[in-house]
């Protein structure tokens, strides 16, 4: 059996795992949540964010489903709804947050879960085109970062913790074998904790925009494999790892607990339907690490319910 058969059969028996694992109900003691408790999942109108949104909702949380467009927002909201489950949409575009955050506010008071869904992609196959890298940086990364910031102030105390995931990618791993930057010293920096900081993080996706306006990021040893979705997606893993360590500074009861993970290669819009894994399966990490009864996990990195290494 070669390497790329032994590899699917492992992610066969992981799924097969997780399948069964998804059937036992957590218990009484291991709900922390109740109807009350309330997740926001952006991006959700359709794919892995809907099923996000519909897991949570089985699970009896109240969910405000998030969409840029109206109309298919609701739509979705209304699929959910005729199911018997407490959803509720609300327009979102990641790069204007302040009337979500006030109308948040205004109606609940404050949020317990945030599930940054929300992200775009504009190569599929063998493309590798950078035309919409702006576009990419801008709503994957600094729309993920910008939604973290506003919804802080509304992370309501618990003795269990607000919980924040981010939906990521493997191809955002600083030690990827195949797809990683090539650039020694900016990887080393980005790795150490004492030298990660914003401002790093932002000049790296700038020092590649300028290089994309340039023409010269084809040797700027950036990712070789959908290199504008790939740094997004390092980038918010990075900065998973810098907000998490501010976060541990919360005293008790004040606690946000943020980690990200990788759906997979999930049959979606996204991946113009060329996945091997369902919405259903892609989903089931985050809902995972959203609910986890015992929190103590904070800035790390998973996939199918396992830690992987950034």
């Given at each position: 059996m070669g390497k790329k058969e032994r590899a699917k059969e492992r992610r066969e028996k992981r799924r097969q795992e997780i399948s069964l694992l998804r059937t036992i109900p957590y218990s009484d003691h291991q709900r922390w949540w109740t109807s009350d408790t309330i997740a926001v999942v952006t991006g959700a109108n359709r794919g892995i964010g809907f099923e996000i949104a519909r897991q949570l909702a089985l699970h009896g949380l109240t969910v405000i489903l998030t969409a840029r467009e109206t109309s298919v927002?609701?739509?979705a909201v209304k699929v959910l709804q005729e199911g018997g489950l407490s959803v509720?949409?609300?327009?979102?575009?990641?790069?204007?947050?302040?009337?979500?955050?006030?109308?948040?506010?205004?109606?609940?008071?404050?949020?317990?879960?945030l599930v940054n869904n929300a992200g775009v992609n504009f190569n599929f196959g063998s493309d590798n085109?950078?035309?919409?890298?702006?576009?990419?940086?801008?709503?994957?990364?600094?729309?993920?970062?910008?939604?973290?910031k506003a919804m802080i102030p509304l992370m309501r105390p618990s003795a269990s913790g607000a919980r924040i995931v981010n939906v990521s990618s493997r191809l955002g791993r600083l030690n990827g074998r195949r797809n990683r930057i090539g650039n020694i010293d900016l990887?080393?920096?980005?790795?150490?904790?004492?030298?990660?900081s914003d401002e790093l993080i932002?000049?790296?996706?700038n020092t590649f925009l300028e290089q994309v306006k340039d023409g010269s990021w084809k040797d700027g040893g950036w990712p070789?494999?959908?290199?504008?979705?790939?740094?997004?997606?390092?980038?918010?893993?990075?900065?998973?790892?810098?907000?998490?360590?501010?976060?541990?500074?919360?005293?008790?009861?004040?606690?946000i607990y943020i980690n990200c993970y990788c759906p997979g290669w999930v049959k979606t819009a996204m991946t113009d339907w060329a996945g091997h894994t369902?919405?259903?399966?892609?989903?089931?990490?985050?809902v995972w690490l959203a609910l986890l009864p015992d929190q103590l996990i904070s800035g790390r990195f998973f996939g199918e319910r396992r830690e992987i290494n950034f």
């Open positions: 927002g609701e739509e509720v949409f609300h327009q979102l575009d990641v790069v204007d947050l302040e009337a979500f955050a006030r109308w948040t506010k205004e109606v609940y008071g404050g949020i317990d879960i085109s950078v035309e919409f890298a702006e576009k990419v940086i801008a709503t994957n990364y600094v729309g993920t970062k910008n939604m973290i990887r080393k920096k980005l790795e150490d904790d004492e030298s990660l932002d000049q790296t996706m070789q494999v959908f290199t504008d979705y790939s740094l997004s997606k390092l980038a918010v893993n990075t900065y998973t790892r810098l907000i998490a360590r501010k976060f541990s500074e919360r005293p008790e009861g004040q606690k369902s919405p259903e399966e892609g989903a089931d990490t985050a």
